[in-house]
């Protein structure tokens, strides 16, 4: 264990942290906007550099542990902070400092319509960001994990709310953080707990106890179940999703990298850190294996009847975290994981293309879209690289990473998560290139390119259905440069990634029967098949076949009514709880005080009719007084 | 039945009996007379305490001057003939429980003390005793007492000033 | 008589004097009943020379009665300014201390 090698990733940590305090305590660099973005992108990519040389030092079996006391107790320390770095850490580490890096040069492009206050604001919650994301990934405790996952849930709220005047995101911000707050909750007692069974809060200890089977396992999957609830909440598994489809809310690269390679991937992080602890406790990973399988189908359900394209990308990303949770929920978190990292790159690349695409047409809506691959042809060419990525077509990113969750999930026998995430592997695809070609291809022009659902057609009759649609007053333009770069690296990565891994296998954990990879490249196929023929060749009417699934396409609509149920079970039970809260306070808190202060008043009024001004009165009490020492000194 | 214990009765009747007559009065001008009284029985139970000198004082003072002093006052105070103002005040209860706690623990205690031993024998001439006594090892007091009596003559005189 | 008789006979008439002066409305009442309760000390103290053979006791009582002589002036002349000032002697009426 060389230590040494510690403080290149502690290094990487504390050049976000430098940029953030530097921005947040100059507050005049501050509100000069760009200069303080090239603060923010310059320690980012100091720190990229550290994160790249950690990984390669950390390659097989390396750790590096770095602590220091933090709270002592009596005899030994009670929490470390610091930094525990091996392959798993490092690895993604290098992702979450790529993908800030990329996507704050990215934003300079996309918010340069921001007044400098506000941008600076910005680069200075993304450095926080940034320095939670890694202390988050690097804790060697679960104190530090925790108070980095509260301060990454904390910059996704001051994130998604960035554009604060509106009230869409004010609402989205708070929804994002109230829920993320429930499981959270669940996550501390798991903690608690755990302390109290094992005595210690350190990763390294509690594998070692672990490893010698000296962990009791009485209660130790209640325990377990509490930790998974955290991430329950953070990667937006049902019922706890919701808030990630409207933190769209946000600025697209908030999006990308909050909201599809980083936070959101946290839970799985965290699963994927302690599979040790879960490995003991299978009745949860079954539970995760199957939650994980229903979140998919449905939220890919429910990217299917999305007009907002980023809402699609946000479902997507529901869908593809519980992909991952389901490999972790068969035992191989390792796939799971795998999967995260190639996610995090084309799912980072989707989300900014999309905002490439929104930025020219100043609308999310997909049918302001359409033809744009004319007009933005790299835009275009990033983006399908993206999708077929997410498609998980070989010599692209996602393709053996879904091949092992797929695998993984059949190997772990678990049968019907299995044919569920077949099914939802076609939706994918399926979803992914509707979008495609309702963006990208078709006539260009909003009218004439009804997305699922004869009502909306019916609103956009009124627009003129000439070349350039009514939300695009401007010219439609390739992004600039700082936009366009972050593209590019992104897609080469997906491609490169894909390449490699399409040729060089690794040694799987288990072996997959030979029809799977067929199987799965084969949905993927039908899946885009589908998407081809019904919205490129209108083959196939896009209102009939949504009409053919009634029932679900009409709850689709509707998400399900799930929302709906959160926001009643919100006003009824705790705006109840709070009126009942108020009513002590007025009635019972204030009240006792009132009577306190009231008896005090009538006290005081009734003691001076003493000072009666009488020398009279006064010699009577002198009198009292004499007989009663008379009485104590005869009595007492 | 001796001659001491029935004039020792008798006194105490008398003393007691107009006590009670001053504060239970209603014209302030009889309470003064029945005062008068008071005090005159008092000067009887010196001479019974074989204190003549004492009982000479307490009757040129007291039942004397003090009298006659408030008697003036009374005058310039009051309009004697005429209206009659009420005595009975509203606290008659609670100061007769009060004093009569304070007599019942006050008896108590001096009941609860030694039966001392007989009298012992005064010098005869208790005047002479009493003028030796005041001028040897009490003349800081005595003279004390003159110079504060000399200003409380003149406070009397800065009261009944004038008003200029 | 016995020592005991005479200072039960002072008791009594301090007593006495002391209700007199917490219920008499008028000032000059009160004085008197003041005059009652310095009476009743000046036959304590004589009634403990006479008992304790020690002529002081006839000293004090007195220079007690100088003093209360004094002070029944002072005090009647008070009364006198306060009956011009305020033309009341009620002692209800005096309430100056109030506070």
């Known amino acids: ?636 | 039945m001796n001659a001491d214990v029935l004039a020792f009765w008798v006194l105490a009747v008398v003393l007691v009996g107009s006590a009670l007559a001053v504060v239970l009065t209603k014209n302030l001008f009889h309470a003064v007379l029945w005062l008068a009284l008071a005090l005159t029985g008092t000067a009887g139970v010196f001479l019974l305490l074989d204190a003549e000198f004492l009982a000479a004082v307490q009757l040129l003072l007291y039942a004397g001057g003090i009298v006659t002093i408030v008697v003036f006052a009374i005058v310039v105070t009051e309009r004697l003939v005429g209206e009659r103002i009420s005595q009975t005040s509203r606290r008659i209860v609670g100061a007769g429980a009060i004093s009569g706690s304070l007599l019942a623990m006050l008896v108590r205690t001096i009941a609860q003390q030694r039966v001392p031993p007989a009298p012992p024998d005064m010098p005869a001439d208790l005047t002479r005793a009493v003028g030796e006594t005041v001028l040897t090892r009490f003349v800081l007091p005595f003279e004390l007492l003159a110079v504060l009596m000399l200003a409380g003559l003149m406070g009397a005189i800065y009261f009944a000033r004038p008003d200029d | 008589m016995g020592l005991q008789a005479y200072l039960t006979l002072a008791a009594v008439v301090f007593c006495i004097g002391l209700f007199g002066v917490i219920t008499r409305r008028n000032t000059i009442g009160i004085l008197l009943g003041i005059e009652l309760m310095l009476n009743s000390v000046n036959i304590n103290l004589v009634a403990f020379a006479r008992y304790l053979g020690d002529v002081t006791g006839m000293v004090f009582a007195v220079f007690a009665i100088c003093i209360t002589v004094t002070e029944a002036a002072l005090g009647l002349a008070i009364v006198i300014l306060l009956f011009r000032i305020r033309r009341t002697v009620i002692a209800d009426q005096l309430d100056l201390l109030k506070g």
């Open chain 1, 1 to 636: 264990m060389m230590a040494g090698n510690g403080t290149l990733a502690l290094a990487a940590l504390l050049l976000h942290a430098l940029a953030f305090l530097v921005l947040a305590v100059a507050a005049p660099l501050r509100r000069l906007g760009r200069p303080a973005a090239y603060v923010s992108i310059l320690c980012a990519a100091g720190s990229l550099g550290g994160a790249v040389l950690s990984w390669r030092a950390h390659t097989g079996e390396t750790i590096s542990r770095l602590v220091w006391t933090w709270l002592p107790s009596e005899g030994q320390t009670l929490a470390t902070v610091g930094v525990l770095a091996d392959a798993d850490s490092t690895v993604m580490l290098v992702l979450v400092a790529l993908v800030s890096l990329l996507v704050q040069v990215y934003s300079l492009g996309y918010l340069s319509d921001e007044p400098p206050p506000a941008l600076g604001r910005y680069y200075t919650y993304q450095s926080l960001f940034a320095f939670s994301m890694m202390g988050l990934v690097l804790a060697p405790n679960f104190l530090q994990l925790f108070m980095c996952w509260e301060l990454v849930g904390l910059c996704s709220y001051l994130l998604i709310g960035f554009w604060y005047q509106r009230p869409a995101a004010q609402r989205a911000a708070l929804k994002a953080f109230w829920i993320t707050k429930a499981g959270d909750v669940g996550f501390l007692i798991g903690i608690v707990l755990l302390w109290r069974h094992t005595g210690t809060f350190d990763l390294t200890e509690m594998r070692m106890l672990a490893d010698n089977g000296a962990l009791p396992l009485a209660g130790l999957s209640v325990m377990m179940f509490c930790v998974y609830l955290g991430a329950v909440g953070k990667s937006a598994q049902f019922p706890l999703h919701i808030w990630l489809p409207d933190a769209m809310e946000g600025p697209t690269p908030v999006s990308a990298l909050i909201h599809a390679a980083t936070m959101v991937t946290a839970g799985v992080y965290l699963l994927h850190r302690t599979s040790w602890l879960f490995a003991l406790t299978p009745d949860v990973l079954a539970i995760v294996a199957w939650v994980g399988a229903f979140t998919a189908l449905l939220s890919a359900v429910l990217a299917c009847v999305q007009n907002d394209i980023k809402r699609v990308l946000a479902y997507s990303t529901v869908s593809q975290l519980s992909y991952m949770m389901a490999a972790i929920g068969a035992g191989f978190s390792a796939a799971g994981f795998f999967h995260l990292l190639t996610h995090g790159v084309f799912k980072a690349l989707l989300f900014l293309g999309a905002g490439a695409v929104i930025h020219a047409v100043h609308s999310n809506d997909l049918a302001d879209m359409g033809g744009l691959a004319r007009r933005m042809p790299q835009t275009a060419i990033v983006f399908i690289v993206g999708a077929l990525s997410l498609a998980g077509l070989p010599l692209f990113a996602g393709f053996l990473s879904k091949e092992e969750i797929l695998g993984a999930t059949l190997a772990g026998g678990f049968m019907g998560p299995f044919l569920v995430l077949i099914v939802v592997a076609f939706l994918t695809a399926f979803y992914m290139f509707r979008v495609v070609f309702l963006a990208f291809y078709g006539a260009g022009a909003p009218a004439a390119a009804p997305a699922v659902g004869a009502g909306h057609a019916a609103v956009h009759d009124a627009h003129d259905a000439g070349a350039h649609g009514h939300a695009t007053p401007h010219r439609v333009d390739e992004p600039t440069a700082s936009m366009l770069l972050p593209l590019w690296v992104l897609a080469l990565l997906s491609v490169g990634i894909g390449v490699y891994f399409t040729f060089v296998h690794p040694e799987p954990e288990f072996t997959s029967p030979a029809w799977l990879m067929p199987l799965a490249v084969g949905s993927a196929v039908a899946g885009i098949g589908l998407a081809w023929a019904t919205y490129q060749r209108r083959a196939i009417d896009a209102a009939r076949l949504a009409a053919a699934f009634g029932p679900i396409y009409r709850g689709a609509l509707k998400r399900f009514w799930i929302d709906d149920l959160f926001e009643r079970v919100y006003l009824q039970v705790i705006l109840g709880f709070s009126r009942l809260i108020g009513w002590i306070d007025r009635y019972l808190v204030d009240g006792v005080l009132n009577v306190l202060s009231a008896w005090t008043v009538s006290a005081g009024d009734d003691m001076r009719t003493m000072q009666s001004g009488r020398a009279q009165d006064y010699v009577y009490g002198v009198a009292v007084g004499l007989l009663v020492i008379l009485l104590w000194v005869q009595f007492g």
